[in-house]
């Protein structure tokens, strides 16, 4: 099969980055019927030396510390952008302008109007733009929205979405970026509720109002002393405040007329990737857990009362599943999950026409963020408008 060479580049090497970079690597691996091959040209990180060493281990032709020079390479035609959140507004309205496709992580700048402004340069751009939730990709998930579709658990009455993770809750955590409102926008609403929002969305249907409570229960940290990457420890240094953050949870009417639940934390001791759903309609109900990834509860029938749950091993029939494993129950991973976010993105170049996430859906997620933000503030239900 002829391929069409595309070149990418990577702005921003920290653990997103690289997790880009290794689904660029494996993509047609996986998805060989892609009319493109994907080619890295460009990385870009202002850390010192380290897009050397992404250049020198991935085999990037290009390093650079100034994500400029990656908006002004010729060969350049897609960009991963995995910067820090009050970075993605001006990248990806830049690499746009610069007609380039983005694929940027969520939440896609620090507001709604920042998520728009990408959106709305994308558009004009006549370029591709795709987003990073990828949890919306998970072969159980493509499963729930077959059978919610489907009808056969009725009418969706109510559901809860978890989002619970230790990755903050150590008193030591560095004060990075993330937990500055002027760089890191929202804490565990950007991070871990978008997500939540997104999958809610996909599966359901728009959100109509909410209403929400936050809480910070770490309000301060040590200032790092030098360049983090995810999630450092950091002692004996000067204390700043948290400012955005810890926890989240609200409460959720859908368009449909569905009730739901959303609860984040980023500080939850005994929690590592607690992320899962459980939806229940007229007739029955379907609960997922990311920790067992490939499995999906089910309850359906007549009985109402009383009835049980199987476990569904998810196999070949269920979402992208089939690029990975001939055979149910055989278990597949969080970076699989980005690799069929990259086969989305470039099937979206190939095809000029959008697959997978878009920026229109990081509108919608940034905007029902924005609403918790406001009911958070006063207390009461307030309307999402994207």
Known sequence: ??????????????????????????????????????????????????????AEQFGFTVPTRDWHDVAANPDVAAVSIAAPNFLHREIGVAMAKAGKHIWIEKPVGLTADDARAVADAVKEA??????????????????????????????????????????????????SWRFERERGGSGALGDLASHGVDLARYLLGEIDTLVADTAIFLPARARPTGATAGHTRAS???????????????????????????????????????????????????????????????????????????TIFVGPAHGFYGAFQPGAATS????????????????????GTPHGATLEDAVASAAALDAMTRSAATGGWVPVRA
């Open 126 to 175: 006549g370029v591709q733009g795709a987003v990073g939730f990828n949890y919306r990709n998970a072969p159980a998930v493509a499963a729930a929205k077959e059978m919610i579709d489907g009808g056969e658990l009725g009418t969706i009455t109510h559901v809860r979405f978890r989002l619970f993770s230790d990755y903050a809750a150590h008193p030591e955590g560095a004060l």
């Open 236 to 310: 004996g240094g000067e204390m700043g405040p948290v400012e955005n953050e810890d926890y989240v949870t609200s409460l959720l009417r859908f368009a449909s007329g569905a009730r739901g639940v959303l609860e984040a934390s980023r500080v939850s001791v005994g929690e590592q990737n607690n992320y899962g759903f459980e939806i229940h309609g007229t007739k029955g109900a379907v609960f997922w857990d990311f920790r067992r990834m490939n499995e999906l509860g089910v309850s359906v029938g007549t009985a109402y009362q009383d009835q049980s749950v199987s």
């Open 1 to 54: 099969m002829s391929r069409t060479p595309l070149g990418v580049a990577i702005a921003g090497f920290g653990w997103m980055g690289r997790v880009h970079t290794q689904a660029y690597a494996r993509v047609l691996h996986h998805f060989p019927q892609l009319r493109v091959a994907p080619q890295l040209v460009a990385v870009a990180d202002e850390v010192p030396g380290r897009a050397e060493e992404a």
């Open 332 to 351: 597949m991973g969080y970076d699989d999950l980005k690799v069929i976010e990259a086969y989305q993105f470039l099937r979206s170049i190939a095809d």
